[in-house]
């Protein structure tokens, strides 16, 4: 018998399931599970296996409320939010199911034969889960991943499981056999070194934090598992005087306290032409006074409470006095939003301006609703500014300058841009991180190669 985690509803802090931890033994058991279940997954003609899929993505539609409220439950997610991420799931579903038999080799002309290519499934892949997008990241990499014909081991983080379990049993329902995709709860340090490590897996998939992906990738190179790191970001929004201004302070919040800035996307620093600077404080603050705060079951509400209790702690850490600048001096907070009283995890939605860009506040990933307004002169100081972190993930650019949105477009260091907008993923775009935010590609076609290796055949016919 396992042992059992509680997990608690962060807006009411009352618990709502007991989860098994499960151990090394478990793991490898599924670990075996998936090996013997990849045969008989790859030999199904390419339309079936699609169908399969198709039906999949069917029966979480049918099930699109349910996850969607699973999902609010346990991460404290605005419904909305829930709702639409529910629906990309369906969408990833189908997108792949689409791609199943269309993954095409190709024929190459060389002398003395005929030379072609295969995109051979590499196995067993491991997805290892972090908590800000439990079900939709869960299905970035099952997409994929059975598409290509690989089996799935999934491990979810040990406080946000609860849909990625929902998944597999619906997956089962549609008729996607036993052993093709399955979840392993439990610990990183035991589950996930262990997946890591696993002489049987081909690949691991790994979103989370840059700190444990460069520990997944050490603990992979032992037996040159496939990587793909999706990691931290500090991503800017870099405003300029000739923007539509009322609309990019509108759209701030919604690019930095969406999920309750608990998102890698999370347009945390928001870079704003000198000139302009006042202006924009002040349309930001009435947008801020708009970005309501509470129970997250409440469809008119916008943004719920952190994760859990020692997650806000991590977050209020970054605006205690003494925590914010480069010389240890305070933060100042120009604007801060409401938050309910009583049990829940709750921050305001918070605003630092103008914040100095040594400040840790400035430089480090807070994963919560907090941004901090820094100045900047001009488009040479914009792109120095945007480009000085570790991290290269996404971005926004704000300016009515068609020439400018490009050459921001093309110096700005991240894989994933947006002018005149704060949209970072869509199903059929490829997404993923420059720099210190990881490498290979998520979503769209380019997810494929991710999950496959090229094999190259050439079969000799002179003589
Ligand atoms: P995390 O601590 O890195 O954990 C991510 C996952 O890895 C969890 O399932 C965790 O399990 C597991 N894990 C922990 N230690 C491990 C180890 N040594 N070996 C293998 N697996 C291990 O990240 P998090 O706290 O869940 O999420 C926040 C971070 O993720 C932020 O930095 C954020 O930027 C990043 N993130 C990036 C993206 C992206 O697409 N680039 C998306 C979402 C989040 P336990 O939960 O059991 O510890
Ligand atoms: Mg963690």
Redo the contacts with the bound molecule.
């Keep these: 018998m396992s042992d059992t985690t509680t997990v608690i509803n962060p807006a009411t802090e009352s618990p709502i399931a007991d989860v098994p931890i499960r151990g090394l033994d478990e793991t490898d058991e599924a670990v075996a599970r998936s090996l013997e279940a990849g045969p008989a997954w790859r030999a199904i003609a390419p339309a079936d296996r699609a169908r399969l899929m198709r039906r999949f993505a069917a029966q979480v539609e049918e099930h699109a409320e349910e996850l969607a409220q699973l999902e609010t439950a346990n991460v404290g997610k605005a419904i909305g939010e829930s709702r639409d991420e529910v629906g990309m799931v369906a969408e990833v579903l189908y997108f792949y199911a689409g791609a199943v038999d269309k993954h095409r080799g190709a024929t190459v002309p060389v002398a003395g034969g005929v030379d072609m290519t295969f995109h051979e499934p590499l196995g067993v892949v491991a997805a ?6 439990p079900i939709a ?1 869960t299905s970035w990499k099952v997409g994929p991943a059975l598409a290509t014909g690989n089996t799935i081991v999934v ?5 946000t499981p609860l849909t990625a379990l929902r998944l597999a049993e619906l997956a089962l329902d549609a008729g996607i056999p036993e052993g093709v995709l399955q979840v392993v709860t439990g ?3 035991v589950v ?2 262990r997946l ?1 490590e696993h002489p049987d897996v081909a690949k691991v998939a790994f ?4 700190e ?1 992906g460069r ?2 990738m050490a603990r992979a190179s032992g037996t040159i598992k496939r990587v793909t790191l ?4 500090k991503s800017a929004s870099v405003i300029f005087d000739d923007a539509d201004l009322e609309v990019a302070a509108a759209s701030t919040p919604g690019g930095v306290f969406a999920n309750a800035g608990q998102d ?1 996307c999370a347009r945390s620093r928001a870079l704003v032409q000198r000139s302009v600077v006042d202006r924009y404080l002040e349309l930001l603050s009435k947008a801020v006074e708009g970005w309501t705060v509470g129970d997250p079951t409440d469809p008119t509400v916008k943004m719920g409470p952190m994760v859990t209790a020692a997650h806000r702690r991590v977050v209020e850490g970054f605006l205690a006095p003494g925590m914010g600048g480069a010389d240890g001096g305070p933060v100042s907070a120009y604007a801060r939003g409401a938050v309910p009283e009583g049990p829940g995890y709750w921050f305001p939605p918070t605003v630092v301006a103008p914040a100095e860009p040594g400040w840790r506040m400035a430089r480090e ?1 807070i ?1 919560g609703p907090v941004v901090a307004v820094i100045p900047f002169d001009d488009e040479e100081d914009a792109i120095r500014l945007a480009n000085d972190t570790p991290f290269g ?1 996404s971005g926004s650019i704000w300016t009515r300058d068609g020439a400018r949105s490009l050459r921001m477009a093309r110096a700005i260091q991240a894989g994933n841009l947006s002018v005149n907008s704060n949209s970072s993923v869509r199903v059929q775009t490829s997404f993923g ?1 420059m720099k210190q ?2 490498f290979g590609r998520e979503l769209g076609l380019e997810a494929l190669a991710s999950y496959s290796d090229v094999k190259n055949v050439f079969v000799a016919t002179d003589g």
């Design positions: 290892i889960i972090p908590w800000n997008f990241i491990k979810p983080a040990e406080v610990r990183g340090s996930g070194t890591a979103t989370g934090s840059t444990v520990d997944v999706e990691l931290g970001g890698c990933e994963f993930l991180g935010s990881g």
